[in-house]
């Protein structure tokens, strides 16, 4: 069974940097529609960035600027990096991505990783 993974979560200093790595386990897969969302306890999950194919990323408005998405060149890993974060930007963050079916042509199923905790606090 396929699953996403992620990693890179921590304990910050307000104005330190992170960076968050996903990427499949289970089997070897290609990450397709990739985005990574964030949920503290009591607030809804939050869009904090995406990336489509043959598209620009796109970032929440509190995190332009400072988070930067990215894929490597076979898909395989997704990451954000996050610079000058502040504490209200602690929370679970996740990814999601589109993992093709094997030998299923276009079909795909989309998938969440469980997240990994950051926390930004002095």
């Known amino acids: 069974q396929v699953q996403l993974m992620e990693s890179g979560g921590g304990l910050v200093q307000p104005g330190g940097s992170l960076k968050l790595s996903c990427t499949a386990s289970?089997?070897?897969?290609?990450?397709?529609?990739v985005a990574w969302y964030r949920q503290a306890p009591g607030q809804s999950r939050e869009l904090v960035a995406q990336?489509?194919?043959?598209?620009?990323?796109t970032y929440a408005d509190s995190a332009k600027g400072r988070f930067t998405i990215s894929i490597d060149n076979n898909r395989r890993t997704v990451y954000l990096q996050m610079n000058n974060l502040i504490p209200e930007e602690s929370s679970i963050y996740s990814c999601k991505a589109r993992i093709p079916v094997p030998c299923s042509g276009a079909m795909y199923n989309e998938y969440w990783g469980e997240g990994t905790q950051v926390a930004v606090s002095s």
């Open positions: 289970g089997r070897p897969a290609a990450l397709y529609v």
């Open positions: 990336i489509r194919s043959n598209s620009s990323p």
